[in-house]
């Protein structure tokens, strides 16, 4: 591979992957198994794991599975296909909540997102906390991203939502502003994880300012057209498409601006293994493991994991002259 093929974006591009009409189909055949609707999310919630489906899912179904998942296939010819709801829904880490990832959706089924506020502040001119009101007049737009988690596994989500870059245009940033530092809710009373004193609560996480003015840095308010499930981080939460899963924190309830580079839950726990950067790299292992492939949720295959998660055309840029083979 040369090295401008080694960043070579891979779109998922709906049209191509699903078409639209499998797609609208998808969602009303969702709908009409019960799987779309405030109450129907919590019905998934309740009891489906992604092990015990109750329906096949719409991939088997409508959609042609690929055939080119062969050894040695080209790994930009893999097609991505759009996760279930019933497989995004079910099968998450949300330490706050519970360590065990099919167990997220029924311990935060009576989660409390509203009335939610987010505060946005430090070095901007105008701090203003929004509502979550305020938050969704934002231009709410369609973005299908693949999900990388650390731990080796995959999605590919169609989430609801618009870029960080309009909300903090908003607050207009200082000049001295170089880093945004994001802050999940800790609410014991609703988050039995949080009694666990091994992490450093609350959950925090942090990006370069250029990362999160990037147009790929989104925050997520829904997923296929449906409010954010409790268990995906509602009612808002940050997607970061090339960076490790763990870099994309849910629940926000505070932005800030700042000059030096924050910590992070994860880098404060093990900064070896979770650096601040955690760009997806096939090349740089994990302390504990390869990140060379990983197991798209719903396949049976591993599959080769891309460079920036396949966003390299879009972010690359941002690292020139940092030393990628080093676990940032
Ligand atoms: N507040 C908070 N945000 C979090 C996490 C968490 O435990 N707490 N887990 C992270 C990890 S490791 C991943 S892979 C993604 C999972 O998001 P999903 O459950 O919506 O797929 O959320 C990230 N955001
Ligand atoms: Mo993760």
Redesign the pocket.
Known sequence: MTSSDRIKSVPVKPSEITPKHLYNNRRAFLKSMGFLGAGALLAAACGLSTDDRPVPTLDNLMVTNPTSTANGANPDLLPDQLNTIEE?AN??????FTTNKTK?AQLAKDFKTSPWEVEVGGLVGKPKTFGLEELLKFDQEERIYR?R???GWS?V?PWEGFPLSRLLNEVEPLSSAKFVRFV?LLDHDQMPGTGNRLYPWP?Q?GLRMDEAMNDLTILATGIYGEPMPN???API?LVVPWK????????IVMIELIEEQPETMWSTIAPQEYGFYSNVNPEVSHPRWSQASERRIGENKRRPTLMFNGYGEEVAHLYEGMDLSVYY
């Not at 099968?91 to 706050?96: G, I, S």
């Not at 490790?244 to 629940?251: D, H, L």
């Open positions: 995004i099968f998450n880490n949300f330490y706050e997220v999900m988690c650390v731990e999605m989500i999940s959950y996480e268990q995906n981080g939460r490790y899963g763990f870099k994309s924190i849910k629940s």
